[in-house]
């Protein structure tokens, strides 16, 4: 509740300069007011009542990919393994087919061995198998002469199982340094190592930072009875691995269809494949909120919007007129005197209204503002265009903006600031995203409907799930969100609906 005081407090100082700021400041509430109703704390790692439920908290985590993967590279032909060797978020090296450099790990290798001779015998990468079955390991050695089989079990590096690093028994974690590496391409984690749990093996793996050094992570969950304690286990590992690690599904199938049907978990595989940590551009869609139902995607919201909110910054209110009409957006003031003395920020008006004008504001703030409109083309596309002649008295031209002329634009000695007060405001960042333009930018306002009622798709849980997954790729670009405001619609006669405006800061000059 602090900075919204301060806030206040700041403003009214300012009362005569501009009352249109003062209204804007005093109508800044903060999200955790308005939100409050809604509010039972979001845990996702809570236990939950009943066997069926935590079966299909599990079953939606893996159920969908979060990124697509382009170039992909399956290994047999049921596609249980697939190699990822996307320029972008896979192994790129391997594409290049004179590189036979890789490191790849298989830990407890199914006797479909397909994997291992795709990525040892077809690609000659150097192939390192462990807790191999017995009569499986004259077999596999033959593979090709870049593949080397220890007599090692590995297990969890759990510290209080005290057998962990002995002769015939290692973690993964002494495997590695034993062998110099530091870094793996790819890790392929079976789950034939007996008396092992790989959910525990993964835990581990997570929890002692390892999986920093491997890029690609190929895992088989199994379950030999269906049991809460298992499902629970599995599940807490798999959500660490995406929040923890930030490892990303990429390709997931099943021994049977029917298998992703919650209630029938018993002798089913799933297979999935993961790369880590892809770069912002690419979306990554977040694992549904627990069995991904509106309420519990409503509470993730909400809960991510109260934390970012929370922290204590103080903004400026800087002031710009359109045809008469005032408005103010807000910035950080720790920045304001210095850096945004001469600042870029971009507004959207329609093709007919005046266009966004600075007006000198309080400390020294100079800003330049860019007057820019839209069109929604093929399908949901938008094309974006620049108004060219500031000065209201001539007539509009209008220009596109391309990425390039968007990059030309951007100014590295200044601070950029883009307004979305439109209502594709989502649609448009996403496509921004696409093209690495948040990078360039030191805050992004949005205007956002939240919950509100009004069109039904507002209301699904596919919709929250993806906006927040687009919050999450701005963090992802260094842009954290700072402040939730709610205006008044008359105040700025943008839309119909009660509107909050988000925030999103970069991270490095709060
Ligand atoms: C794969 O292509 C789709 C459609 O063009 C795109 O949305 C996605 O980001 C691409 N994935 C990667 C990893 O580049
Ligand atoms: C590929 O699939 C077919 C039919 O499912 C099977 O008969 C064949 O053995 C498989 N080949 C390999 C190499 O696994
Ligand atoms: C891999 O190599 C084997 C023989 O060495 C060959 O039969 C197979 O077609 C190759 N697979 C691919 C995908 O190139
Ligand atoms: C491995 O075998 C290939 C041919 O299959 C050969 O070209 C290569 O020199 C061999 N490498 C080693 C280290 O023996």
Known sequence: MHTIHQIAKYSMKKRKRSFLSVLCC???????????????????????????NEATRLMRFMGQVH???????????????????????????????????????????SPDFSFERMVADNLSHHLYIFSAPVPYRN????????????KVNIVP??????????????TLNSVMSTLKHGQIDVLK??????GVQSYDVLRFLVEDGILKKVKELHIVLKLDKVEEDDIYSWYRAL??????????????????PLCLQATIMESCIYYMSWVRK??????????????????????????????SSSQDHRFVPVPFNSGGQGMSIFMPLTLAPRKFRASSVFFFQGQNDMPVESVPGSKGIHCQAYTLSYEITNGNSLTVYQRRQSSSREEAKWEELTTSTW????????????????????????QLSYHGIPKYLDEVVIKDPMFSAGSAVKQQPMYLRRKYSEMKRLEEFGLRLTQVGKFPENTLKFGTQEMYWLYFVRKTVL
């Not at 005093?26 to 069926?52: C, H, K, R, T, W």
């Not at 984690?189 to 007996?194: A, G, P, Q, T």
């Open 26 to 52: 005093v109508m800044i509430v903060y999200a955790g007011v308005q939100f409050m109703y809604l509010n039972d704390d979001y845990s996702p790692l809570q236990l939950l009542s009943s066997v069926e």
């Open 67 to 109: 990124l697509q993967c382009n170039v992909s590279l399956p290994t047999n032909n049921a596609s249980t393994w697939v190699l990822c060797l996307d320029q972008d978020v896979g192994l790129h090296l391997w594409s290049d087919e004179t590189y036979k450099d890789g490191i790849v790990y298989s830990i407890g290798p």
């Open 139 to 150: 077999q596999l050695i033959r593979i090709s002469n870049t593949t080397s089989v220890f």
């Open 157 to 170: 590096n759990d510290p209080a199982d005290f057998a962990r690093n002995s002769f015939d028994t290692q």
């Open 189 to 194: 984690l079976d789950s034939n190592v007996e």
């Open 239 to 256: 959500y660490g691995l995406f929040h923890t690690a930030g490892f990303r599904l990429y390709h997931s199938s099943t021994s049977d």
């Open 278 to 307: 892809p770069p912002p551009h690419i979306l990554v869609m977040y694992p549904p909120a627990i069995d991904g139902s509106l309420h519990n995607e409503e509470d993730r919201m909400v809960n991510f919007l109260e934390q």
């Open 407 to 430: 990059l030309k634009l951007l100014k590295e000695s200044g601070a950029n600031i883009l307004v979305l007060n439109i209502v594709p405001g989502w649609t448009l960042l996403s």
